[in-house]
Each structure stands twice: as C-alpha cells, then as structure tokens.
C-alpha cells in the first residue's frame, strides 16, 4: 500500500495486524467498511463543522476566545487521535466542532477585518467543487497513485508544514519573515496556488488509501478514522483558498 500523504491515514491504519486485540474485526459484510459509510460520516463531521463555524462567525468578535480555543483544542485533539489511532465518534466529532470554532472566526477574520465580504462562501464552494472535481478524476482513472507520487506529495506536504512552522517562529519572535511567500504579490499567489495543487492531490491520496482499505475487508469501525483524515484534508485545503482568494482581491485594490 503506498503511503498517504495525510498523517491521519498512514499505512498501518487499515492493517489488521494493528488491531490485534480487536475484537470487531470480523468476516461479516456487514462489519465492513464502506464507502458510503465513510461518505456518510464525513457528512456529519461537515454538518457539525459548518454549523459551530458559523455560530462563532455570527458572535464574533465577542465570540474571538472560542476561535482561539477551537484553533487550540483541535491541534490537541488531532494529535491525540495521530498518536493513538483513536476512532472514537465522540473525539472526532470533538474535533470537528473545535475546528468549526476556528473555521469560523479566521472566516469572519477574513469577510469583516479584511473587508472581503462573501470570501467565506466562495472558498467554501471552491473547496467542494475540488472536492468533487477529484473525486471525479480519480474514479474516471485519470490520476495514477503510484509510489513516486505519494513520495512527491509527502515531501511537498512536509516542505510546506516546515515553512509554516518557521514562519510562525520568526512571527513570534521578530526575528525574520517571509513576505514575499505570505504577500499579495505574484510570488505569494503562486505559493498559495501550489499549496491548494497539494491539497487536491492529497485529497486523491486519501480516496485512494480508503478504497484500499474497503478492498481489504477493514472493519467498520474504520470509517471514523477514513472520515476523520478526509476532513483535515477538506479543513486545511479550504484555508488555503481562504488566503488564496485573499491575496488576489489584495493585488487588484
């Protein structure tokens, strides 16, 4: 199975080797996973999602501790369930809701500070339509998910993860930034561009790593964890285009 580039599906994920005192991992069809099932599991995580992420947006900016604490409490709650391999409903329908939290005030952040009123709605329908646009794609067989690939959009992903980390050390420390990369300006765009390039691609790796495991017979439990990886891929890929869409109504004022 060649490696997902979505740390919440690695490759032991689907191994029934790393449920050995798994007791409902059996032979039964209908303990099976699925992909209608995880379809609809991932539908009630962008239900709760949207519906706390407009709540805070709607109380903001009294409500600007909650995005603070959804930004906060979803990284703790997605290392948890990184670390653990945890598919626990309730954790990661907790992770959803926190996530809304934050989704919420960086959207209102966005529509109201930055005056880009209906950006929200744009880089939500925007994302969707990658959503399907690669779902598309990927069952028609135009994309071949093959080990070159998944070594390529890893180590972009982890390129990309490395530069956001240092710069949010230069931010908080004063020491350096990266302007031209987080600017309005065409080398800002075409970063952003690129970025939301590797989110869709990931999204591929993630519809290919689930229909492996659907193939492989991974018990039905299984779907929380496939739900959960499709949603920090769908929540990283629409923050993107949030800042995409950004810096391009920057640029024309």
């Given at each position: 199975?060649?490696?997902?580039?979505?740390p919440a599906l690695n490759d032991s994920t689907f191994e029934k080797s790393a449920y050995t005192d798994a007791p409902w991992w059996g032979g039964h069809e209908s303990n099976m996973m699925t992909i209608e099932g995880v379809s609809e599991?991932?539908?009630?995580?962008?239900?709760?999602?949207?519906?706390?992420?407009?709540?805070?947006?709607?109380?903001?900016?009294?409500?600007?501790p909650l995005a603070f604490l959804g930004a906060l409490g979803s990284f703790i709650v997605a290392m948890i369930v990184f670390i653990s391999g945890s598919m626990n409903p309730i954790l990661i329908c907790t992770y959803a809701a926190l996530q809304?939290?934050?989704?919420?005030?960086?959207?209102?952040?966005?529509?109201?500070?930055?005056?880009?009123?209906?950006?929200?709605?744009?880089?939500?329908?925007?994302?969707?339509l990658i959503l399907g646009g690669m779902i598309t794609i990927y069952r028609a067989g135009l994309i071949s998910w093959d080990r070159n690939m998944a070594i390529a959009?890893?180590?972009?992903?982890?390129?990309?993860?490395?530069?956001?980390?240092?710069?949010?050390?230069?931010?908080?420390?004063?020491?350096?930034?990266?302007?031209?990369?987080?600017?309005a300006g065409p080398l800002g765009i075409a970063f952003s561009l690129f970025v939301v390039g590797i989110g869709a691609l990931c999204l591929v790796a993630?519809?290919?790593?689930?229909?492996?495991?659907?193939?492989?017979?991974?018990?039905?439990?299984?779907?929380?964890?496939?739900?959960?990886?499709?949603?920090?891929?769908?929540?990283?890929?629409?923050?993107e285009i949030l800042k995409l869409l950004a810096k391009i109504a920057v640029s024309r004022r």
């Open positions: 199975m060649y490696r997902s580039g979505n599991k991932t539908g009630l995580l962008l239900l709760i999602t949207t519906s706390t992420a407009l709540a805070t947006a709607f109380s903001m900016p009294e409500a600007a809304g939290l934050f989704i919420g005030g960086m959207t209102w952040y966005f529509e109201i500070q930055l005056a880009l009123p209906g950006i929200g709605l744009l880089a939500a329908f925007l994302t969707f959009v890893t180590s972009a992903v982890f390129a990309i993860f490395m530069i956001y980390m240092v710069s949010i050390v230069g931010a908080i420390t004063g020491w350096f930034h990266f302007p031209y990369i987080h600017g993630d519809f290919d790593f689930i229909e492996r495991g659907v193939q492989r017979g991974a018990p039905k439990q299984l779907e929380w964890r496939a739900a959960f990886g499709l949603m920090v891929t769908l929540i990283w890929l629409y923050l």
